[in-house]
Structure formats: structure tokens, C-alpha cells
């Protein structure tokens, strides 16, 4: 019978850590907006797994951290509060297409918001985020680069 509970207990604490892992490494983000319309609607969950830069290839569709409000959120209880800039409590991310990565030629539209002529290369630990419904998105064209340490991770897909 004590093999029974060692057991029981050794598989809730082998299930415990292996919510915890996937909780590291996967969210869940709400679109919010329509600037990657049609791919994906305001209202739509997309299935995010957490990766560095370096893993950001063009083409992908990235949740990165308004460039606006600084750095990557920090703790939880430091986002519970508006942010000296005075947004709204709370993380503020974007759901954008990678347009260039580091050594990547910066796109034309880009250019002038980062003070470069067009095919420059992005310059390491940055990123140029696109939305695919530009009249209706805030992205590179108006905030910049992205920093690596904004770069939440790349969208999966759609969870239905």
C-alpha cells in the first residue's frame, strides 16, 4: 500500500512540474485590433511559444512588447499599476509580422523612422515588426526597431 501513495505522489509532482514547464515555454494571447487582418481578427486567441530573437525568422507572426511602454513588462505586481508615461496597468502587447531580423535589410517603410537609407542592415538585438493591415497598424514604421528583450515569442496558431 506505501508503494501506492509513493507513486500517486511521485506522478502529481511529475504532472505539477509538467504544467509548470508548458506555462514557461506556451501562452495564450486575445488579438486585440485589426492590424493583422485577415490572418487573424481582433477577438482571436493565438497559441504562443516563447522564443529568443535569434529563433525569429521573416515571415513569422511575433508577440512582442509595445516599444512605447520601454522594456518587457516586469513582474506581475510592477504591472498592476499605470507606468510613468501614464498607459493604462498592465502589459501592452503586439501581434505583428517579422519584417527583418538582425543583418536583414531594413525595409523602405522602416527607414525613416530609424534614421537609415533603405537596405541597411538591422543591427543586432533588434527587429522589424510589420502588421499585414497597414493603414490600421502601429509597428515599425512608427516606433522603430523592436529590442530582443521586448520579443515575447512566435504565434503557433489560431486556438479554436
Same mark, same amino acid.
Given at each position: 500500500?506505501?508503494?501506492?501513495?509513493?507513486?500517486?505522489?511521485?506522478?502529481?509532482?511529475?504532472?505539477?512540474?509538467?504544467?509548470?514547464?508548458?506555462?514557461?515555454?506556451?501562452?495564450?494571447?486575445?488579438?486585440?485590433?485589426?492590424?493583422?487582418?485577415?490572418?487573424?481578427?481582433?477577438?482571436?486567441?493565438?497559441?504562443?511559444?516563447?522564443?529568443?530573437?535569434?529563433?525569429?525568422?521573416?515571415?513569422?507572426?511575433?508577440?512582442?512588447?509595445?516599444?512605447?511602454? *520601454?522594456?518587457? +513588462? $516586469?513582474? &506581475? @505586481? /510592477?504591472?498592476?499599476?499605470?507606468?510613468?508615461?501614464?498607459?493604462? #496597468?498592465?502589459? =501592452?502587447?503586439?501581434?505583428?509580422?517579422?519584417?527583418?531580423?538582425?543583418? *536583414?535589410?531594413? +525595409? $523602405?517603410? &522602416? @527607414? /525613416?523612422?530609424?534614421?537609415?537609407?533603405?537596405?541597411?542592415?538591422? #543591427?543586432?538585438? =533588434?527587429?522589424?515588426?510589420?502588421?499585414?493591415?497597414?493603414?490600421?497598424?502601429?509597428?515599425?514604421?512608427?516606433?522603430?526597431?523592436?529590442?530582443?528583450?521586448?520579443?515575447?515569442?512566435?504565434?503557433?496558431?489560431?486556438? =479554436?
Amino acid at each position: 500500500m506505501r508503494w501506492l501513495a509513493v507513486a500517486t505522489a511521485g506522478g502529481l509532482a511529475g504532472l505539477v512540474l509538467g504544467a509548470v514547464w508548458l506555462r514557461r515555454r506556451y501562452l495564450v494571447v486575445e488579438v486585440d485590433g485589426h492590424s493583422m487582418e485577415p490572418e487573424f481578427r481582433s477577438g482571436d486567441r493565438v497559441l504562443v511559444r516563447r522564443v529568443p530573437l535569434r529563433r525569429i525568422r521573416p515571415g513569422d507572426v511575433v508577440v512582442v512588447a509595445d516599444p512605447a511602454r *520601454g522594456r518587457h +513588462p $516586469g513582474p &506581475v @505586481a /510592477a504591472r498592476d499599476r499605470p507606468d510613468p508615461a501614464g498607459h493604462p #496597468p498592465g502589459p =501592452r502587447w503586439l501581434i505583428k509580422r517579422a519584417a527583418a531580423v538582425p543583418g *536583414g535589410p531594413v +525595409p $523602405g517603410a &522602416v @527607414a /525613416a523612422a530609424v534614421g537609415v537609407p533603405a537596405g541597411s542592415p538591422v #543591427p543586432e538585438e =533588434r527587429l522589424v515588426v510589420l502588421g499585414d493591415n497597414a493603414d490600421h497598424s502601429y509597428d515599425s514604421r512608427h516606433h522603430g526597431y523592436v529590442h530582443a528583450d521586448q520579443v515575447l515569442g512566435r504565434v503557433l496558431r489560431r486556438m =479554436r
